[in-house]
């Protein structure tokens, strides 16, 4: 289906079930951007492995939040076995990389079968917005999508949220319904739920990209010679009514959080200009002399 900006809401109910039928175990690949110890991956590991799926953890040896889509060219990239952090019968190595580095190792290197799912996450949190073009953990789940698996990355919209069992069983909801189907060639689902009680959230929705904007984003300070260094420590400016492109009935990633509800965003690699081509600049003609 091709989405304008005259269609509908799919069901917001779809995914919302406590828990699905079971269905026929799945290899899945997980990684993320706050690395091999931190409590959100192991919980959705362990959440992944209680349903019976097969499950393989390779993700940065140490936090690597914030690196984007970055790739290890310069030096050699090492993985150890970190099993023992994990529930059993999960594999899982801890690697020198980035997220984008785990996920092509696990690919190219690591796993025994290919998955059938790359989960990334569950990130300790949000990636909201335009903010997905920084994230670790969204590029880790991208790396999935342009090696041509279903992917999906999955955050908590909180830095001091830590309960992330609920997060878990939506996130693998989502993807063991998603997966009933065909899964969209180039689709990559963004996965954000709100830092709430379980009584409190409200129904999953389909949403847009938000436009994010930040403010006092560097603060300067001085080392202990005098010399100026500069921190990026920028606050989020809260808007609920910027979105991208998408269905004009479809609200924002920031706006669907604030309400307190989970935020489901369908995303893509492919970054090529959606606007008017009568925008674009004038081409300048290539003199004979530049050939």
Not at 26 to 49: H, M, W, Y
Not at 170 to 187: H, T
Not at 260 to 281: C, H, N, V, Y
Request: charge should be negative.
């Amino acid at each position: 289906m091709i989405w304008t900006k005259d269609s509908k809401q799919p069901s917001e109910h779809k995914f919302s079930k406590v828990r699905l039928d079971a269905m026929n175990p799945l290899n899945i690949l997980i990684s993320n951007d706050d690395g091999v110890f931190a409590e959100g991956i192991r919980t959705l590991a362990s959440a992944a492995a209680r349903r019976g799926h097969k499950v393989t953890v390779v993700c940065p040896d140490q936090e690597r939040s914030a690196t984007g889509h970055g790739l290890t060219l310069q030096s050699p990239i090492r993985a150890e076995r970190a099993d023992e952090l994990f529930t059993d019968g999960v594999k899982a190595w801890g690697c020198s990389g980035t997220p984008a580095d785990c996920v092509k190792l696990a690919l190219f290197e690591l796993l025994d079968k290919k998955p059938d799912l790359v989960l990334s996450g569950i990130n300790h949190g949000p990636n909201l917005g335009t903010d997905v073009f920084c994230s670790g953990t969204v590029a880790a789940a991208l790396e999935g999508t342009l090696e041509g698996f279903p992917s999906m990355a999955i955050s908590i919209a909180s830095f001091n949220w830590r309960n992330f069992d609920f997060a878990g069983e939506l996130a693998l909801n989502i993807a063991e319904e998603a997966l009933k189907g065909p899964w969209p060639k180039n689709l990559l689902l963004n996965l954000n739920i709100p830092p709430c009680s379980i009584e409190e959230i409200g129904s999953l929705k389909w949403t847009r990209l938000s436009i994010r904007h930040y403010e006092e984003q560097f603060s300067k300070r001085k080392d202990p010679r005098g010399n100026p260094y500069f921190w990026l420590a920028g606050e989020a400016i809260k808007d609920l009514e910027s979105a991208g492109d998408g269905p004009s009935d479809w609200i924002s990633d920031v706006a669907q959080i604030a309400s307190k509800a989970p935020s489901i965003t369908p995303i893509q690699p492919d970054l090529f200009w959606r606007g008017e081509i009568s925008d674009l600049p004038k081409l300048i003609e290539v003199n004979q002399e530049f050939r």
